[in-house]
């Protein structure tokens, strides 16, 4: 069975270019804009790997949905790619983004550096713990 790949991102359009560019490279996905419920979500439905921006619906919304992520057992070795535009954020905090595991993107990026790291994250157990 292919992985299921959940997306998380407040912009349409960037749902869409990651369902269409998963389905394509034969991932399952589900993609939703809204956090609130996102860790309930996450824990039925059991994703092989997370793609997810920082600024969701609230600036903060984000880093507080990775921190419950790994609080939460049964999330706390899910695989997380963090995808963001915000540059300045991902420098300043690399280090808390590492501590927690997580691969990272920086928007715009390119469409074979994703579908890269979606399959090095996806084929190795822990593959988003390792620095991107």
Do not use: H
Not at 73 to 91: H, K, Q, Y
């Amino acid at each position: 069975m292919a992985p299921l790949i959940a997306v998380l991102d407040d912009d349409p359009a960037f749902l869409n270019l990651m369902n269409v560019l998963l389905t394509q490279e034969g991932y399952q996905t589900l993609a939703w804009r809204e956090n609130q419920d996102a860790l309930t979500l996450i824990r039925r439905e059991r994703p092989d790997l997370l793609i997810m921006d920082l600024r969701l619906v609230e600036p903060e919304s984000g880093w507080v949905l990775l921190e419950k992520l790994r609080r939460d057992p049964e999330t706390l070795e899910l695989p997380v790619i963090v995808c963001s535009g915000d540059a300045d954020a991902l420098r300043r905090n690399a280090g808390v983004l590492q501590a927690l595991r997580c691969a990272v993107l920086e928007k715009p990026f390119d469409l074979d550096d994703l579908l890269e790291t979606v399959r090095r994250v996806t084929a190795e157990p822990g593959g988003a713990s390792a620095p991107s």
